[in-house]
T-cell receptor, first 111, second 111 residues
Framework: KNEVEQSPQNLTAQEGEFITINCSYSVGISALHWLQQHPGGGIVSLFMLSSGKKKHGRLIATINIQEKHSSLHITASHPRDSAVYICAVALLIQGAQKLVFGQGTRLTINP | DADVTQTPRNRITKTGKRIMLECSQTKGHDRMYWYRQDPGLGLRLIYYSFDVKDINKGEISDGYSVSRQAQAKFSLSLESAIPNQTALYFC??????????FGPGTRLTVL
């Protein structure tokens, strides 16, 4: 079983729809990251959070530590939001903090 | 200019060849990482370095070696490339708060 599970794996929606991507993990973590990977391949960090909720523009990330679950929401989605969204958890392994990544959710927003 | 750069961006090589992928950063971060990404899999850690004298193996280090020539430079070498090392390779840095900054990636094909 993967330590980090994302759902759905693929999501297609119409412009303007509210989008939710979920991430569940099975171990104790020090932080959770949401990353965005565009079709060209580059990866950009969207959020790093260890509790509660963060908001940047139309993006909202929440985390529930007790339930080991995080969600990424996109409001008023736009075709430029089309990308792969990756959840990663920060674990302390042998005294060093390392990231364990989910497989990603491929989001397509149609105009 | 990008904070984390990788060269080359694309490389096609043959089985048995020695390949070096280079990473440079202008962010002044001590922590640097090499990851590989395969279709359908999350990013996996190859090697990481906390400073010039501290280099550590990640989960998939077999067949790879690294060199931290300076705080700003972290190179990944494939001593004798094989086809299952065909992948997208990312270099990343991490700041003291834990946020990660990724390079643009190197697409490597081993024939």
């Amino acid at each position: 079983k993967n330590e980090v599970e994302q759902s759905p794996q693929n999501l297609t929606a119409q412009e303007g729809e509210f989008i939710t991507i979920n991430c569940s993990y099975s171990v104790g973590i020090s932080a959770l990251h949401w990353l965005q990977q565009h079709p060209g391949g580059g990866i950009v960090s969207l959020f790093m959070l260890s509790s509660g909720k963060k908001k940047h523009g139309r993006l909202i990330a929440t985390i529930n530590i007790q339930e080991k679950h995080s969600s990424l929401h996109i409001t008023a989605s736009h075709p430029r939001d089309s990308a792969v969204y990756i959840c990663a958890v920060a674990l302390l392994i042998q005294g060093a903090q390392k990231l364990v990544f989910g497989q990603g959710t491929r989001l397509t927003i149609n105009p | 200019d990008a904070d984390v750069t990788q060269t080359p961006r694309n490389r096609i090589t043959k089985t048995g060849k020695r390949i070096m992928l280079e990473c440079s950063q202008t962010k002044g971060h001590d922590r640097m990482y090499w990851y590989r990404q395969d279709p359908g899999l999350g990013l996996r850690l190859i090697y990481y370095s906390f400073d010039v004298k501290d280099i550590n193996k990640g989960e998939i280090s077999d067949g790879y070696s690294v060199s931290r020539q300076a705080q700003a430079k972290f190179s990944l070498s494939l001593e004798s490339a094989i086809p299952n090392q065909t992948a997208l390779y990312f270099c990343a840095t991490r700041d003291r708060l834990g946020e990660q900054f990724f390079g643009p990636g190197t697409r490597l094909t081993v024939l």
